[in-house]
């Protein structure tokens, strides 16, 4: 946690998209109240680190259904870890096609507080769930 | 969320329930997760008994649910026990027909298996890896990689189904193994895959891929560099970049190519161009010239490490004329950059120092500025360091650098630095115009600073300036007992006024090793020997001391005993006294030594005995006042806290000119024989363990000790002779530790006189060896 807390108080502040620290290359991406980093070795290339953390991006995008903030993030922490998964396994990118990782988790955040959703969208997502199943 | 661990474990519980709410249970598994990633720590029972707990969820047919199963066995697979009973469900689930699972489940099998069951699930991998299933494919082809950790030889047999899977049409599985080095790897596109291969091979490997740049590897890196894809431009540039032996003219292309990368709008890019020229430029800065005008734009890049990578680039290819414009621009940022950049910055300005030597003013200021500053330890020492280089070899900019470290250890924390500092000054201050405009902030040091700092002062005594003798003295009162040593001794020695003594005495080092004397030392001590120890059988500094061991040619005879030997002799007039019958035998006796000079009122000797736990003192008194009759004439002797005075004799009465003996029996304390074993203190940072530590060294005057308060032995050595060695059975240094210093004077007398004669003996002929006390 002591790496972390330190990559964070070096990077917030400058709002720097790459950085050096520790012998390690860091990338950096923020979204509203959330910031999302990709460590590497600094022998990796950069713009493979880069591409791992717009998939993380986007996938976490389409997952949090554009709500890509702290709140929404904990709330669905399980479809969070599984595109992670998805991404990369013990060190090794699996994944950088946003798409690709979105279809394999096929999760998608729960619908939590009907009051925040108009009725068209809650019919929508019943028709939905009613469609897999009968696939299924 | 505030999350409590037990909290989470005690709700896992329900996991055992039927029927499964996924749910429900999904959200605790993914507390449980989140647990683990933070950082918090679950011990091997609540850990065990969890997974086992979460197995039972294999029961539900929750797609998510399974998935996190998954994920949790592959957090837990080090931390619980007997995770291997999941293997069978989980070689259900890779072959079943769920693709979804089939991927994952796959990743997590390899997290639980071990190298004997790797054989057992080695047909599900192979199978696996051929699979037309992208997502089955690359799974098991990661999860090969790290198998290649834990079972080397098993998984190179699959590279045949891997090579079938670098076949595929699928890009995103292309794997390229390597039987030699026996890497995998999963890349995004053919081309990067190759690229990439090149990192991971060794530079000899690399020579035997590419043996010319007319190699069809060549131009295949070369076709890379017009690749639509960044990634693989950028990856083919590196290539060529970490080429062995690569010409200017072959790097040209690459230089280009990044050169490009300078002005793209995206950060990361410029970062990975800045950085790789950087590298070029250490080799061949001639090849980086050309993107000087790309590399000004990038300092005042809003992203600084960008900007620092691209200063330190130019001043590795600027021109004399361009450092007094760059320096200006990094000290409008240094202060933002982290510790790490700094050092880096730091020792380009170094290299630059020695390029251009007539810029030292311009480079000495912004070193001083940065030594203002704050930074960690890493970062001043840099500094320094550099500064310390043009100080000694530029002559130009040698009294500006001593001014400005002068000013820096008046308020630095560093006492390695500030020992440095102070010992270069007492180096090269005499050869500056003024030298005393230093003995200020020497004196300043001397009586502010730490003891480490004080005992490293004693290198200025090139000075010939009176004045230095002064803080001597106030040093011989100082708190701290190697201070007090060394400055008796230097004293002493200036006191001589012998330029030549001098020379020998402080200058000089010791040019044999320090772990080889000790072990000579303790060597000598084990074995009495007629022989004075000879400081030729110790080996020279330069040699490791276990490559020297054969050469200690330490000749260890027992005397013959033909003729009674002084110390027979006095083996048996010891015996004859009742209280030192029970001694054992002796070990050694020493030379007489005198303790007083030769006017006093009475006339004192000593020779001791050293025996296996005591040393007996025998002090031959002779009065030499002819009107008076000493009575019970004793010596006192002050032990330190180990050793115990057991007993005095006392001579009965000296009469005039009629010597007399009395003795003094002293304990030694018990971990002090020297027949022990070497004990292995905690911490204990020298290798060689001897029982001889040492502790303070002037520049010719040594004193070890086996504890420090224990006996004391010092050694006087000369050139590569030992002109003697002293054995002082009480430790001198625990006399001062007395408030008043004049109490000990007594001791301090005959340190100091015995050193004196010692000299004295020197100076007038070639080394006498009196031998040593014991």
Partial sequence: MAFEKNVFNKTSRTDSEIAFLGGMTIVCKSSTDLFLYVVGSSHENELMLVSVLTCLFESLNHVLRKNVEKRWLLENMDGAFLVLDEIVDGGVILESDPQQVIQKVNFRADDSSLTEQSVAQVLQSAKEQIKWSLLK | RHLEKSAVL??????????????????ILTKILYLLNQGEHFGTTEATEAFFAMTRLFQSNDQTLRRMCYLTIKEMATISEDVIIVTSSL???????????????????????????????????????????????????????????????????????????????????????LSHTGCFSVCLCFELCILHLFFLLSNDALCIFITSHESPLFDFIESCLRNKHEMVIYEAASAIIHLPNCTARELAPAVSVLQLFCSSPKPALRYAAVRTLNKVAMKHPSAVTACNLDLENLITDSNRSIATLAITTL????????????????????????DEFKVVVVQAISALCQKYPRKHSVMMTFLSNMLRDDGGFEYKRAIVDCIISIVEENPEGKEAGLAHLCEFIEDCEHTVLATKILHLLGKEGPRTPVPSKYIRFIFNRVVLENEAVRAGYWKFLGYRDMPLLCPLDRCMMDTDDEVRDRATFYLNVLQQRQMALNATY???????????????????????????????SIPLAMAPVFEQKAEIMFVATKPEKFAPSRQDIFQEQLAAIPEFMDLGPLFKSSEPVQLTEAETEYFVRCVKHVFTNHIVFQFDCTNTLNDQLLEKVTVQMEPSESHEVLCCLPAPSLAYNQPGICYTLVR??????????????????????????????GANLWFFSKMKYGPVASAIILGNCMVSFFFFPNSHLSFFQNSSPYCTSKVSVFLRDAITLQLKGKILAPPISPGPLG
């Fill in chain 2, 668 to 697: 030694l304390p018990d971990d002090d024989s020297t027949a022990g074993t070497n004990p292995q203190e905690g911490g204990e940072r020298s290798k060689n363990a001897s029982q001889l530590e040492l502790l303070t060294v």
């Fill in chain 2, 10 to 27: 005690q709700e896992a519980r329900i996991f055992n329930e039927t029927p499964i709410n996924p749910r429900r249970c999904l959200h």
């Fill in chain 2, 91 to 177: 070689t259900k689930d890779m072959t079943g027909k769920e693709d979804v699972y089939r991927g994952p489940a796959i990743r997590a099998l390899c997290r639980i298996t071990d190298g004997t069951m790797l054989q057992a699930i080695e047909r599900y991998m192979k199978q696996a890896i051929v699979d037309k299933v992208s997502g089955v494919s690359s799974s098991a082809l990661v999860s090969s990689l790290h198998m290649m950790k834990i079972s080397h030889d098993v998984v190179k047999r699959w590279v045949n189904e891997a090579q079938e899977a670098a076949s595929s049409d699928n890009i995103m599985v292309q794997v390229l193994p």
């Fill in chain 2, 315 to 338: 001043l590795k290819t600027g021109s004399e004329s361009s450092v007094d414009r760059l320096m200006k621009q990094i000290s409008s940022f240094v202060s933002e950059i982290s």
């Fill in chain 2, 506 to 536: 402080i200058f000089n080092g010791l040019t044999v090793s320090v772990p080889g004397m000790e072990k000579a030392l303790h060597q000598y001590t084990l074995e009495p020997s007629e022989k004075p120890f000879d400081m030729k």
